[in-house]
């Protein structure tokens, strides 16, 4: 069943997705029967998590009004989700020719990189990335609902969830609706300032060189990119919430140094997670009857901002946890697969974003090719800081020939 925006607020698509979920009229504060699992948040971990869980035989539902929808990220899908994850190569990708990766320093040193590199990664629409997903779990038998959580409570062990036209109860509640989560307010509480990030940009054509751009930041936590989506490009620049001042003024003058002459038509801010240390990942993402996945349980790459690998990544798991009845295994389980990597990256933050370190490393790697690949590698989140350092150190006499040549 091919779904799109459009049809997805219809009532007549609600009704046929609905057809076997909902027991007579959809008057407000009407109960359905309880379910098993219901998930809140349509997104890639909310999307993933039903295709999981409808594959192993479950009827998930997913309560989402927004999704599927563009994103304002920088549309493209890492070299390790795509290894971890086959179902992302078979998504929708834009073919872009002659692609380019082009890294920037905060002091404007700037280093390309060729076709062999760039191809690694896939360039995506994030509306259609969130299709895909959202469809094929469609296919497989889970149940979506375009609606809106306005409320969340408890009553005799189960949750009761309501939306502005009915009520869902549900033994399981997922959490998969971002940074924002009503979830995750519910149980555990909101995100505190220090570990969130605030990203801004526009959207814009006239994008004539076909590189993704990703320039560091002097004195900040996060980076400016542009990233090339086949008939327009995403322009965009992230730091902490709590030092994110000016951001607009140094992207718009980014752009006005590098003569980029875009014709916005559309802009768009964001949050996401950022850890602003370990703790974040101390806190606990699950309960007797609850699970936090994705973005609404912090779980982003606080260097590199990569959140769609562990989206999918806390999908699987939980999953797992769901059907073996026993939630807590989820919290032990993502810890041990990939929390540890997550912690040492927020570990690791103030020496990745200190703007001398940055330029120390572009200097290596603009006089070698071998060298500036693992920064590719550690700034594209495909390597992990510490294992970038080993690899650099078994590396170093071919690093120091191609120094010497240049």
């Not at 971890?84 to 998504?91: D, M, Q, S, V, Y």
């Not at 390309?112 to 360039?123: F, P, V, Y």
């Not at 086949?230 to 980014?254: P, Q, W």
């Not at 919290?331 to 990597?341: A, H, I, L, P, V």
Request: with cysteine; charged share 25%.
């Amino acid at each position: 069943m091919a779904t799109t925006e459009k049809a997805i607020k219809s009532k007549e698509f609600r009704e046929l997705l609905l057809a076997d979920v909902i027991l007579g009229p959809t008057t407000s504060n009407q109960f359905t029967k309880t379910y098993d699992v219901v998930i809140i948040g349509g997104g890639p971990s909310g999307a993933y998590l039903g295709y999981c869980l409808a594959r192993q035989g479950y009827q998930p539902v997913i309560l989402d009004h927004s999704h599927p929808r563009e994103k304002p990220c920088g549309g493209i899908l890492s070299a390790r989700a795509l290894q971890k994850f086959p179902i992302l190569e078979t998504a929708p990708s834009i073919e872009i020719p002659e692609k380019k990766y082009r890294m920037i320093s905060p002091e404007n040193k700037s280093i390309t990189l060729g076709k062999e590199i760039a191809n690694r990664t896939k360039a995506i629409s994030r509306r259609n990335l969130d299709r895909f997903i959202l469809d094929s779990a469609i296919k497989w038998g889970c149940k979506f609902v375009p609606e809106k959580v306005i409320s969340l409570s408890q009553h005799n062990g189960l949750w009761k969830i309501k939306t502005p036209h009915r009520e869902l109860r549900a033994g399981i509640v997922v959490g998969a609706d971002g940074v924002k989560s009503i979830v995750r307010k519910y149980v555990t509480g909101a995100f505190e300032r220090k570990d969130l990030a605030v990203a801004l940009g526009y959207f814009a054509t006239g994008y004539s060189d076909k590189a993704t751009v990703k320039k560091f930041l002097r004195n900040r936590n996060g980076h400016l990119w542009v990233s090339n989506r086949g008939n327009h490009c995403c322009v965009g620049i992230s730091d902490s919430v709590i030092t994110a001042s000016n951001l607009k003024s140094e992207l718009d003058e980014f752009l006005k140094k590098e003569s980029l002459q875009l014709k916005t038509f559309s802009r768009w801010s964001a949050l996401r997670p950022q850890a602003s240390s370990n703790e974040l990942f101390n806190k606990s993402c699950s309960g007797k009857n609850w699970l936090l996945i994705g973005d609404a349980a912090g779980h982003v790459n606080p260097l590199t901002g990569e959140g769609i690998l562990y989206a999918l990544w806390s999908a699987e798991i939980a999953s797992f946890a769901i059907k073996t009845g026993e939630l807590r295994l989820y919290e032990s389980s993502w810890k041990d697969e990939y929390g540890k990597e997550l912690s040492k990256a927020a570990e690791k933050r103030k020496l990745f974003f200190n703007s001398n370190n940055i330029e120390n490393a572009f200097q290596f790697a603009y006089k070698s090719g071998t060298f500036s690949e693992i920064l590719y590698e550690v700034i594209e989140g495909e390597e992990e800081i510490l294992k970038a350092g080993v690899k650099t150190l078994l590396k170093s006499p071919k690093i120091l020939f191609e120094m010497m040549l240049n």
